[in-house]
């Protein structure tokens, strides 16, 4: 009896380490998933708009802290004053080795919940212009903080297989373009080290769960928002010869900026200029003073953006000019810097290295290369300006596959992010987060 013992006891002490050398990204993450779910389903119900992301950074700092990281709350420094910083940044020690972050938003967006959802939002904020709107996690940064709290928690139990320094970075307000800017400016890189790579990801409403989408290169595009104030000379409907009408100067203007897309441009450098707002006037029979437009121009390359802006200002007096706009009603063309987001270029050589790794630990059919797109996200900015730190932003697919078929054969749009109607399939989405971030991380830190 006593040698049986004895042999048992010998037998754990040797199939123990062996169970501990068998956690893997996948083990990790299949463990963590009925607990992520529930974080998932309470950040889904209480989603808080750019800015105001108070109850989630708490979640996260705490759940960092759980996961082994020192953490420090309340990072960002905005323009725009109303905004209160919520950055969490959460610092993961594991002796000599390079310096990675890993970034996920937490941000939510304006729109008002049509999933049906047991755990669909009901809330509703108040906006920065003082409007109740309802809230939505439309974009799946519910998801994101998911994956990234559970990718904190594996990779705090792999430490015997990384060295190095992980620095966890959620951020807030990415859906205003402003969040990464502001933990730089308040010394991201100073305060918690200036990663030698940085890592991102975003759920993705058309590719199925279970496989990840990468692009080498540019993969989303500069985003600026531009606001033009067209102005006339107002008067009487009924009398046009006697004013200067602004909307049918504005209407002419319109057409005339798609003819930089079509005319101007290289065709083989992709741009878009979308008027999403257009506002002038009060009445039927009022010519107003002014018409006022705000445009999202989307662009890759940065001399293709300065001349495409350029041409917007240009194109916009010229057609003044020809309406017979005296000079010192000049339409006004302003482009606010606090509001731009930069292209996200995928570094090639970096891409490559984790599509290798992916490939290896999902399967070749799981990981494929997909489409850049005129999409923005301001994750761009912690590879700095000349991209001279390299980051990887990958996504990961969310709709059930049975559905893209459906959807396919009924000749029908999937809903896309920001719509009121994306559902993602929350645990196969943030099992493959966890899974392609903490295998990204492991293989930068080896
Ligand atoms: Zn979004
Ligand atoms: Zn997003």
New binding site residues.
């Given amino acids: 009896m006593k040698i049986r013992l004895i042999s048992i006891l010998l037998l754990s002490m040797w199939i123990a380490p062996l169970i501990l050398a068998q956690q893997t990204p996948q083990s990790l993450a299949d463990a963590e998933l009925p607990s992520l779910l529930g974080i998932y389903k309470d950040i889904h119900s209480h989603p808080e708009l750019s800015g105001q992301e108070e109850r989630t950074a708490a979640l996260v700092a705490k759940e960092l802290r759980a996961a082994g990281c020192q953490v420090t709350e309340h990072v960002g420094k905005y323009e725009n004053s109303k905004l209160k910083a919520y950055g969490v940044i959460g610092v993961m020690k594991n002796g000599d080795g390079p310096t990675v972050l890993v970034r996920t938003?937490m941000d939510a967006l304006p729109v008002q919940e049509e999933t049906g959802l047991p755990y669909a939002s009901k809330d509703v904020a108040e906006n920065d212009e003082g409007k109740d709107v309802h809230v939505m996690h439309a974009?799946?940064?519910d998801v994101?903080v998911a994956a990234f709290i559970g990718t904190a928690r594996s990779l705090g139990k792999l430490k015997d297989q990384w060295h190095g320094t992980i620095v966890f970075v959620a951020q807030p307000a990415?859906?205003i373009g402003t969040g990464a800017r502001a933990l730089l400016k308040d010394g991201l890189y100073d305060r918690f080290g200036k990663p030698n790579f940085a890592l991102g990801f975003?759920?993705k409403a058309d590719l199925q769960t279970g496989h990840i989408g990468i692009t080498e290169g540019y993969t989303s595009a500069n985003v600026d928002s531009v606001d033009v104030t067209v102005r006339g000379v107002g008067g009487h409907g009924g009398y046009p010869h006697k004013i200067k009408d602004p909307i049918v100067l504005a209407a002419e203007i319109i057409n005339a900026w798609q003819t930089i897309v079509s005319r101007e441009n290289n065709p083989l450098d992709p741009v878009v200029i979308t008027v999403g707002s257009i506002h002038g006037g009060t009445k039927h029979n009022i010519i107003p003073d002014e018409v006022k437009m705000q445009l999202t121009v989307r662009t890759y390359k940065p001399n293709v953006r300065e001349r495409l802006l350029a041409d917007i200002d240009r194109i916009a007096k010229g057609c003044a000019a020809a309406a017979g706009i005296p000079a010192e009603l000049a339409p006004i063309v302003s482009v606010p810097k606090d509001l731009v987001a930069l292209a996200t270029y995928n570094n090639p050589e970096l891409t490559k290295r984790l599509v290798a790794i992916w490939k290896k630990s999902l399967g070749d059919e799981n990981v494929e290369i997909v489409d850049p797109t005129m999409g923005g996200?301001d994750f761009s900015e912690y590879s700095l300006p000349d991209h001279s730190i390299p980051a990887v932003y990958f996504h990961f697919g969310a709709v059930d596959p049975a559905k893209i078929v459906e959807f396919k054969r009924a000749g029908k749009e999937l809903p896309t992010?920001h719509s009121s109607k994306f559902a993602p399939v929350p645990e196969p989405t943030i099992r493959l987060g966890i899974i392609g971030m903490t295998s990204a991380v492991l293989e930068l830190m080896k």
Wanted: charged residues 45%; contains cysteine.
């Fill in positions: 938003d974009c799946g940064h994101h990415e859906e975003h759920d996200d992010l």
